[in-house]
Every structure is written in structure tokens, then in C-alpha cells.
């Protein structure tokens, strides 16, 4: 059992805890809301989000409530919340736990940002494939309905709101705040040039928060117990709070993690999820998710928090750490990511659409025994002909676990393509004539 106080994951953790509205009650679900609605002002919550020092849980890690402010004052039309709930990225579980195990806590923070910003509508945009998910949110704003917590005045103190889930098609780049509000718009999921951003014309060209789950789900604890308590956790004053880690690979126990922002890998690893689970010793740590650039057992003291992990040379992102055991062949592990962006590539960009292409071909020559020792040139020369050169993110994401690979093992290219050379299964190009 851990040392610390759990706060997202602590009522799912008492024995008969159901994720009903009864039990979430009975577990002062919906207290925040009353302290809120009506007695603390819009833009005083806004100000308390901002004091907690919350930063987004879904993968940039921007400020919540400095977020929120970028919504024009003065606009007198309709604004909108989208939950992000499509949790698409390669080894992250979270969001799905705390939608099917306790939905309340993040429907309870929903209300709480529409108030906050004026929104009257809520959409939750969740992966398609998270059936038994949106099953229960739909269950779970049923109940909220019935109990006032949605609808017209809410808890008689003026205030509408109505929320509704949506189901994305399986697309990852949905993910992508802006491909998420072109496929609610019932549009192809692609990403939108910025600016302008969704603060100003977002959702119907309207002003628009997109927020992520997890997110959403700390803001009744803030609202709850008080900003001071929440930045006092973790890593103050730019990484506060606990955050959910889901941790996955060659592992004991591989799972979800809430802990404080700042503890280091190895604690996560070794005190958490029980170490490697053989006698292997640990080689790599994807830490935040498939876009994230991989660290070596050489980064086991680096601390989980935002600013630690860049600065190391990856991103937090998503929370997924992935471990990875002595005999993984890394090489193969970038192709099989590699293939899974190629696959995921939305196809509007011309360097991400035809260079994970030729990325993925590359990768699969090597691995093939097939490879010439300049195929390394190439896989160096692709991606930097990506990074910075697609409208979103994806593009740098992809490469990532190509460049940091290349980094760290580069050995391991090359022995295979010596192998190949050694076995003659090329043939060497011939040398040119020097006159």
C-alpha cells in the first residue's frame, strides 16, 4: 500500500465501491459543486485553479486555469468544455480507470470548469473502443440529471448545464485538441492550423477548453481542500499534485500509480510496480507514452515531474511509462511503434504522411538483416525533415523513439547490419572511381 495519500484513485481503493452516484456521495462527491454554484465567482475559481499550480494531465502540461483565462471576456455567445477522453497513446490506461471506476469525480470537475467558464454545453469526446466507458458515463449523467447536478439551475442557483458523450471512430491523432474538435464537428479528424486556437474559435467556431480527464478530475479536490493544499504536493512550484503513472512492460505489477509529482523513476519502478519480473536488469523506460523519447537505466534518478523529464531529454506526456527489460531488441521496438504511427498518420501533412512511410520501411530493412550502414544516415536525415515541420505535434512524436534509440543503441543497428554484410545477404555498392 502506498505511503501517501491517494486522492484520484482513493475511492475506487475502498472495498464495495461501486463509481454509483449513492456511493460517490456517500464519499462527499458533489460537495465542491455546492461550495461553488453561486457562492465563489467564475473567475475567483479560475484564480484558485491557478494558485494549485494544475497543469494539464493529458500530455503538453499547459497551466488549467491560465488556460481557462485565454476564453474572451467580453464574448457574449455560446462556449463549450470538451473532455478529452481519447486516450489513444500506446501504454496510457488511466483515463480509462477513472471513467469506468468512478465517473462522478470527473463529471463533478466538468460542472465545476463550465461554471468557471461560463459554458452551458460539455461534450466528453472518449475513445471509440472504451464501450464499457461510455456506457457508464452515460449511466452516470442519467444519475446527475436526475439529481440536479445537470440540467436547468442547477442546485437552484441559475446555472445550466447539459453534457454529452461522444464517441470518437479509433483515430489516435483525435487525441490532437484540434482533430478532436473537427471530428465533433462531424468533420475528418485533422489537425487545425494554429492560430487561431480554440480559446477564440474552437468548437463551431466558438470559444472553447479542451481538457483531459485526469485534469478535470483533481478540480473538486482543489475546489474541496483549498489551492495551498494541492501545490503543496509533489514537486512546487511548476510540477504540484499527485499524478497518475500507468506502468507497463517487464514489470511484477504493472498498473496505475497515483504519486506525488517528483518521485524518480526507480521508486516508481522498483518500490511500486515490484521491480523487473526477472533477473534481467532494466534497459529502457519509455516515460511518458509512445511519442516520448526513451531513457536508459542511466536515468533511474531522474524525477517524474515536467521540468526534470525535459530536461533529461523526453516528456512526462501521457503518464505511461513503459520498462523494458536486458534483451529487448530496441531497434524492434522503434519499428513497432514506427509502425503504429505510420498506421495513425492522419495523411495532411507531406512530411509525416510519406516520411513515416519511408521511415517504416527503412526500419523493417534493418531489422530484415537487409540493411547498409547508411541507412542510418537516411533514418537521421528523415526525421529531421519532420520535427518542426508538421501542424501539429504528431510529426515530432513519431520520431522520437527513432532519434533517442539511434542515441542510446546505436550499436545495435549497426549490429545488424553488419550481420548482413558478414552473412552477404546485400550486396556492397560498388566503390567509385577515383581519377
Not at 42 to 55: C, F, H, I, Q, W
Not at 254 to 262: A, C, I, K, T
Request: net charge negative; charged share 25%.
Amino acid at each position: 500500500m502506498p505511503t501517501h495519500e491517494l486522492i484520484l484513485l482513493k475511492n475506487m481503493s475502498t472495498p464495495g465501491y461501486t463509481g454509483s452516484l449513492a456511493d460517490y456521495e456517500r464519499a462527499g462527491g458533489y460537495q465542491a459543486l455546492r461550495k461553488v454554484l453561486g457562492k465563489i465567482a467564475p473567475a475567483d475559481v479560475t484564480e484558485m485553479v491557478k494558485k494549485s499550480g494544475l497543469r494539464g494531465r493529458g500530455g503538453a502540461g499547459f497551466p488549467t486555469g491560465v488556460k481557462w483565462e485565454f476564453l474572451p471576456k467580453d464574448y457574449q455567445g455560446p462556449r463549450y468544455l470538451c473532455c478529452n477522453a481519447d486516450e489513444s497513446e500506446p501504454g496510457t490506461f488511466k483515463d480509462r480507470q477513472l471513467m469506468e471506476r468512478d465517473p462522478h469525480q470527473m463529471l463533478e470537475g466538468i460542472v465545476i470548469t463550465c461554471y468557471a467558464i461560463g459554458a452551458e454545453i460539455g461534450y466528453i469526446y472518449i475513445r471509440g473502443e472504451f464501450v464499457l466507458g461510455a456506457q457508464i458515463l452515460e449511466r452516470a449523467l442519467g444519475e446527475a440529471r436526475a439529481a440536479g447536478y445537470l440540467g436547468t439551475n442547477i442546485l437552484d442557483t441559475g446555472f445550466n448545464l447539459d453534457v454529452w458523450v461522444h464517441r470518437g471512430a479509433g483515430a489516435y491523432i483525435c487525441g490532437e485538441e484540434t482533430a478532436l474538435l473537427e471530428s465533433l464537428e462531424g468533420k475528418r479528424g485533422l489537425p487545425r492550423v494554429k492560430p487561431p486556437f480554440p480559446a477564440t474559435h474552437g468548437l463551431y467556431n466558438k470559444p472553447t477548453v479542451v481538457n483531459n480527464v485526469e485534469t478535470l478530475a483533481n478540480l473538486p479536490h482543489i475546489l474541496n481542500r483549498g489551492p495551498e493544499w494541492f501545490a503543496s504536493i509533489g514537486s512546487p512550484p511548476r510540477s504540484t499534485g499527485t499524478r497518475i503513472f500507468c506502468v507497463s512492460g517487464h514489470v511484477k505489477r504493472p498498473g496505475n500509480y497515483e504519486v506525488p509529482m517528483g518521485i524518480t523513476f526507480r521508486e516508481l519502478i522498483f518500490d511500486h510496480a515490484g521491480g523487473m519480473r526477472s533477473d534481467k536488469p532494466l534497459k529502457a523506460i519509455i516515460p511518458g507514452g509512445a511519442s516520448a523519447a526513451f531513457f536508459t537505466d542511466q536515468h533511474l534518478e531522474v524525477k517524474l515531474d515536467f521540468e526534470s523529464v525535459a530536461q533529461a531529454g523526453s516528456m512526462l506526456g501521457s503518464g505511461g511509462v513503459t520498462v523494458m527489460e536486458e534483451g529487448t531488441s530496441m531497434v524492434w521496438a522503434a519499428l513497432r511503434l514506427m509502425e503504429f504511427f505510420y498506421h495513425e498518420s492522419c495523411g495532411k501533412c507531406t512530411p509525416c504522411r510519406e516520411g513515416s512511410s519511408w521511415l517504416v520501411q527503412t526500419l523493417r530493412r534493418i531489422m530484415a538483416k537487409r540493411g547498409r550502414h547508411e541507412d542510418l544516415d537516411t533514418l537521421t536525415e528523415l526525421c529531421k525533415n519532420i520535427v518542426g515541420r508538421t501542424i501539429c505535434a504528431f510529426g515530432d512524436a513519431e520520431v522520437a523513439p527513432i532519434l533517442s534509440t539511434l542515441q542510446y543503441w546505436r550499436h545495435e543497428y549497426e549490429e545488424l547490419i553488419e550481420a548482413a554484410e558478414a552473412a552477404e545477404l546485400i550486396t556492397p555498392e560498388p566503390a567509385l572511381a577515383r581519377h
